[in-house]
């Protein structure tokens, strides 16, 4: 996972108010959270990928999301090199910040208590997603 502070920031903050929407903003580029049971992405379960909201990047296969109880949607691992990760200190405990590794957009958060094969609980806000369906072959 990259360090947050090595991404370039290719847009303003005026560019990114237009093109996400305030509660995306918020989340996204402001490190906020929504409230636990909001995103309608929690319940899910088509196969498919899981995008970044502010920049299209694919974070997280629908094979690796699982329901954590938590009220985020959740997943066990990233796809490879779609995340970065920093410390975040803004509680009185630290944690494991996950932000895209494309735009720097700040996801959720990574917990040391999820299942095999990793062990990991990539708790995500919702609105920090897009679910892009897998497209049903022809046959």
Not at 40 to 50: A, D
Not at 115 to 126: D, H, L, V, W
Request: negative net charge.
């Amino acid at each position: 996972m990259s360090d947050r502070n090595s991404l370039p920031t290719d847009k303003t903050g005026d560019e990114w108010r237009r093109t996400l929407t305030a509660e995306q903003y918020r989340v996204l580029r402001q490190h906020g959270t929504e409230r636990a049971g909001t995103s309608p992405l929690t319940e899910e379960h088509r196969s498919g990928v899981f995008k970044c909201a502010g920049c299209g990047e694919p974070l997280f296969s629908s094979e690796t999301k699982y329901d954590s109880c938590t009220g985020w949607p959740s997943f066990f691992a990233p796809l490879d090199g779609a995340v970065g990760a920093s410390a975040d200190n803004s509680l009185s405990v630290t944690r494991t910040e996950v932000h895209c590794r494309r735009c720097g957009g700040h996801l959720g958060h990574v917990f040391p208590d999820g299942p095999e094969p990793t062990g990991q609980r990539f708790c995500i806000n919702g609105v920090a997603l897009v679910f892009e369906p897998e497209k049903p072959e022809d046959g």
